[in-house]
């Protein structure tokens, strides 16, 4: 069952089981009568967000000196169509492939173009690559997206686009 199906039936049965009626006995009248309880359902605003099938903007490059100092740009979209990886490290494109299993990730094959990049873009683009070589987990946490190395420490973070 998929995730949006999951949480409509969750839903449904919610709202279900909050609007039944009982009967309760009435002092005034020495009989029963039917009362609603009203439904106490509170239902999270937060939006469910996706790895997958998300544009991801780069915020910032763990490993860099300047770790929250990123060109405008940068950002990574995982499709789930064909598990490849497409984006851009702030001036040129990106692309690649992945893995997924569970909160397990491996990325293969990045490359991007090769058009001069000016003030320090090449920097960025250098740390982004190294990066997600080195991913191997990832978390969504607040509307942001972590990429973790082997020893759990983040190299990048994104947020949602």
Known sequence: MSKKALLSALVSSLLMAACTTTSTPDPRFGSKTEAVIPAQVVLSTQKIINLENTKWQLVALTRSVNANQIQDGAFLNFQ???SRLNGSTGCNRLMGGYRLQGELIKLSEIASTKIFCPRGG???EALLI???NDTRAWRIEA???????EKGEKVAVFEVH
């Not at 509307?143 to 190395?149: S, V």
Request: overall charge negative.
């Open 80 to 82: 789930s169509v064909n």
């Open 122 to 124: 090449i920097v960025q």
């Open 130 to 132: 190294e990066a997600l």
């Open 143 to 149: 509307g942001h997206l972590y990429l973790l190395d």
